[in-house]
């Protein structure tokens, strides 16, 4: 069995945890440059407003007090998201950590309480520790732990187990909510008389690979109970973008890590070019080495200094970063990198005039202030636009909460 | 025989370092003072309300939510959306957060409304 754990509008949740004035509120969190809705609490989905609302449209209802906003504050999310994680891996076999908000975990076997007993206090635990509020499901395969996720938010404990035959749950699924179909496959499916999960799930492979390719039969696969999703291409869902690997031989050394890493970086640098998308900052880590799987996992969280693809770019943010994750005379089983902050290159950055256009990432402008720089030392030649001094107006977050838990300037004040 | 001697440290046979026994890792704070470094958070303290406890302005105290407060511990809880310090007391007389210094008020919980419990403080750091 497979669990997803995921938090309920994660971020809206994480600034809730720090301002309390939020809770019961309709409350949401902003994009980068405080451009649209990315997360919003229950109250404010209520009133039907729909993800990805620009905040423009909605100033004149937060000036009435109707709405509060928050600007997207990742190192928070990040850090406490770290948190879940470690968690999740003191109570499961294993993690994989999916996204900033979402792991699957593998339960523990035999355990004498059961799925959803587990799932509970999985779920309570998190609640306690971190303050976070998350959904759980059990199924026997990924795609179908998510259908069992979502259900498991609506329930009143929050968890779901997938029931052994699934196919009710499966008949009232449109297909192309299905993880990793997406909407593109929509008119294709339906040409198929493909219009539930159930109906993908019962369909003949050789309609769902004319339909979709060898991708969209791994998840009907998924879908009839096989787990199929083995080094599986997340590509299919942009909100995510993240590369790990465990190494076939335990990594001992410091360079070990960071080359890996920076391979890792590289590789999922170039998913978020295919997508056009750009990365507000990752989580990077590393996974102790454990006979017999787990291990505790070192996490560190690096912002970037604006939301990019460029891989260069992320390298600077994250080298200063690697050594925290390195023990010495500790042997390591993984490494990975998770992408957070996600947008479309172009939306809602349309006031940052002054980031430098993408062409110039390999130019051979760059390459040589790439050059003088590693000669004469980091930054003595930049580009005007980068600006001079203090950066920090350069992503417009108006209304930035504190970070609370990596910053000892930030911290909660108890009166 | 040889080959497995001695496996890194733990004996199996053959003759130990004298100097084994008594290697030590540095004293760590934070193994001391962070037992549960998932529940743990950090806060500043503002105002003197805790002062006969030791905890004064600017102080930071490790906070730890994993633990269920008891009465008669020092927790952090938010009330009216602000954060408080505070002593949590709970008897015959109902549920309050009592500060240290005479000059702040006992904090009554009124019927029916909740403790908004943040966590229970296990250390309070004071630099001189």
Redesign the interface.
């Known amino acids: 069995m497979i669990g997803l754990v995921d938090g309920n509008n994660f971020f809206v949740s994480c600034e809730r945890v720090f301002n309390r004035r939020l809770v019961g509120r309709p409350v949401a969190v902003l994009s980068n440059n405080d451009g649209c809705c990315v997360s919003r609490s229950n109250e404010f989905r209520e009133l039907g407003i729909a993800m990805g609302t620009p905040y423009y449209q909605l100033r004149n209802r937060e000036k009435s007090g109707e709405l509060d906003f928050c600007s997207s504050n990742y190192e928070l999310y990040g850090d406490m998201s770290r948190r879940i994680i470690s968690i999740l891996r003191d109570e499961a076999l294993d993690v994989e950590q999916y996204s900033i908000d979402e792991a699957f975990i593998y339960p523990p076997m035999g355990n004498g309480i059961g799925l959803v007993e587990y799932g509970k206090r999985l779920r309570a635990k998190i609640l306690r520790w971190v303050g976070i509020p998350c959904g759980v499901g059990f199924a026997p395969t990924k795609t179908l732990a998510k259908i069992a996720n979502h259900i498991g938010k609506k329930q009143p404990d929050g968890v779901f187990l997938m029931p052994d035959d699934p196919t009710e749950i499966l008949a009232s699924l449109p297909a192309d909510e299905v993880w990793g179909v997406g909407r593109r496959l929509s008119r294709k499916l339906r040409a198929e008389q493909i219009f539930t999960a159930k109906d993908l799930r019962d369909a003949s492979d050789d309609v769902i690979r004319s339909v979709g390719g060898v991708v969209l039969l791994r998840t009907a696969t998924e879908l009839r109970g096989k787990p199929c999703s083995e080094d599986r291409d997340y590509d299919a869902d942009p909100d995510s973008v993240s590369c790990s690997r465990s190494f076939g031989e335990p990594v001992t050394t410091l360079d070990g890590i960071s080359e890996s890493l920076a391979s890792f970086t590289a590789q999922a640098a170039t998913k978020l070019r295919k997508h056009d998308m750009l990365a507000s900052g990752c989580n990077i880590y590393a996974q102790i080495f454990r006979s017999g799987g787990g291990g505790d996992c070192i996490v560190r969280t690096v912002m970037f200094p604006e939301p990019t693809d460029a891989t260069n770019a992320m390298l600077n943010a994250i080298r200063p970063e690697v050594p925290a994750l390195f023990l010495p005379g500790t042997r390591y089983r993984k490494t990975g990198v998770v992408f957070f902050g996600l947008e479309k290159v172009g939306s809602a950055r349309q006031m940052d005039l002054f980031a430098p256009p993408k062409a110039l990432e390999a130019s051979p402008l760059y390459k040589a202030i790439d050059a003088i720089n590693a000669r004469y030392g980091k930054g003595k030649v930049f580009s005007a636009s980068e600006g001079i001094g203090d950066k920090s107006w350069r992503m417009k977050r108006g209304k930035l909460s504190k970070r609370a838990s990596t910053r000892w300037d930030e911290l909660l004040t108890v009166s | 025989m040889s080959k497995n001697a001695k496996v890194s440290g733990s004996v199996v046979a053959g003759f130990p370092s004298p100097a084994e026994q008594y290697q030590e890792t540095p004293l760590d704070l934070n193994a001391l003072l962070v037992k ?4 743990t ?7 003197e ?1 805790m002062i006969g406890e030791g905890i004064h302005d600017g102080d ?2 490790v906070v730890d ?2 633990l269920r407060p008891a009465s008669g511990d020092v927790i ?1 809880a ?1 009330v009216d ?5 505070k002593t949590y007391r709970r008897d015959k007389d109902g549920v309050r957060l009592e500060p240290a210094n005479p000059d702040f008020p006992v904090m009554y919980m009124r019927r029916g409304q909740q403790l ?1 419990y943040f966590g229970k403080v296990t250390a309070c750091i004071h630099r001189f």
């Open positions: 549960r470094p998932a529940a958070f950090f806060v500043r303290v503002k105002g309300s930071l105290l939510r994993s952090i938010c959306g602000d954060f408080t310090v908004d």
